[in-house]
């Protein structure tokens, strides 16, 4: 049977507390080991259904290139849950990932649970400090102090070698001052990978920390200034990386590349067809070890446009941006060179031969491109 390359993602829905402004599926509530032992199981099941579905419906096995604990806050799991599951996913794919992230909160860790991570596996570490200042831990509403973070990011740089940081900009009361001492302090742990997100609600939530009116421009302009200026590229809209440290499991959903989720709300797509898990952990764990069978609802089968509009949307978050012929030859579509020839004209977009990609301007507009873009495919 034939392999297919594949990111493995496991979604972990434990916090210690659900953020105001967080889309993500997750609970308000540390597993007790219990716990811990009956969701290995179930993600264990999981596997094994996941496994015969896959093949039956593609003709092709797994090959897991990388994996990705993400959540909620998967390092509230202990190293001993992932290297059993490590071990489970080796007997039953061809488990060879070049990378493993996992990513952790600065109070969920210490230096021996971080060597048990290191022993488990994992090669890389995002960590979410999300702020480096004391008032924007606060209006963020974060569960731990700026020293808790400064510790946490000391010790997992003195054991990670590719340790990224995630970032949340754009709360009230910060300033590019404040947010230049942020930065400074990230970097002297010299960390290979940075994300910053813009602060946004995807809902009517009542959060004081909002600042809707913030100059996101000045920021983003910023930031990018000041990373490319120590080295780092800004490979994606909201990541920057030393070169050769590209986060490679987001490329394969930035590159439109076939990718398998685990666990409660996760999301999986192979060749055109999609699909998502309940976002109920409750029903996840019920469907798996009661009703025996996939949890996965609903399945949806992308029409060539929709399969387009996504390498469209995802590629152009790429500072490579997207490939004319492959949109063309891969899709069957492409874009109106009239408005690609507009765009060009207002400092947009820029083209190189077959590749069309963002300017940094353009960037601010990404949806609002994409739109453009999607309009003219739609009538193609």
């Not at 402004?21 to 997750?26: G, K, L, V």
């Not at 806050?73 to 996913?89: K, R, V």
Request: charged letters at 25%; one cysteine or more.
């Amino acid at each position: 049977m034939a392999f297919i390359r594949v990111a493995l993602y496991l979604h972990v829905p434990f916090c210690i507390k659900k953020c105001p402004y967080c889309d993500f599926y997750s609970l308000p509530h540390v597993p007790s080991s219990e716990e811990e032992k009956t969701y290995l199981k179930a993600v264990k099941t999981e596997v094994l259904y996941l496994k015969d579905f896959v093949e039956k419906l593609s003709g092709t096995a797994l090959n897991i290139t990388t994996f990705y604990a993400g959540g909620g806050t998967p390092s509230l799991l202990s190293p001993g849950f992932y290297q059993e599951f490590f071990e489970f996913l080796s007997s039953q794919f061809r488990f060879t990932p070049v990378e493993l992230t996992l990513e952790a909160n600065p109070d969920t860790i210490t230096p021996e649970k971080l060597k048990g991570f290191v022993e488990a596996g994992f090669n890389r570490l995002s960590l979410g400090v999300q702020s480096l200042s004391e008032k924007g831990l606060k209006t963020l509403q974060r569960t731990y102090n700026l020293k808790t973070a400064l510790k946490a990011l000391e010790n997992a740089s003195s054991l990670f070698s590719n340790l990224s940081v995630d970032f949340i900009f754009g709360w009230k009361g910060q300033g590019l001052k404040t947010l230049k001492e942020e930065i400074k302090k990230a970097l002297s742990f010299s960390p290979t990978h940075l994300s910053f997100y813009e602060l946004t609600l995807e809902h009517e939530v009542s959060f004081s920390g909002f600042s809707p009116n913030k100059p996101v421009d000045l920021f983003y302009r910023f930031i990018e200034d000041t990373l490319e200026s120590q080295g780092y590229v800004r490979y994606e809209i909201s990541n920057y990386a030393k070169p050769g440290f590209e986060c490679k499991h987001n490329l394969f959903y930035w590159e439109v590349k076939p990718y398998v989720g685990l666990g409660p709300s996760a999301v999986s797509r192979i060749t055109n067809l999609r699909w998502q898990n309940p976002q109920d952990l409750k029903a996840y764990v019920e469907t798996l070890l009661n009703q025996k069978k996939l949890p996965l609802t609903p399945l949806e089968t992308l029409n060539p446009l929709e399969f387009a509009k996504e390498y469209v949307f995802m590629g152009l978050r790429l500072k490579k941006g997207i490939d004319l012929r492959t949109l063309s030859a891969k899709f069957g579509y492409y874009l109106d060179p009239w408005v690609l020839t507009n765009l060009i004209e207002k400092g947009l977009i820029e083209r190189k031969g077959n590749r069309v990609s963002l300017t940094s301007q353009g960037r601010l507009f990404h949806n609002q491109v994409v739109k453009l873009l999607w309009k003219t495919m739609e009538k193609a």
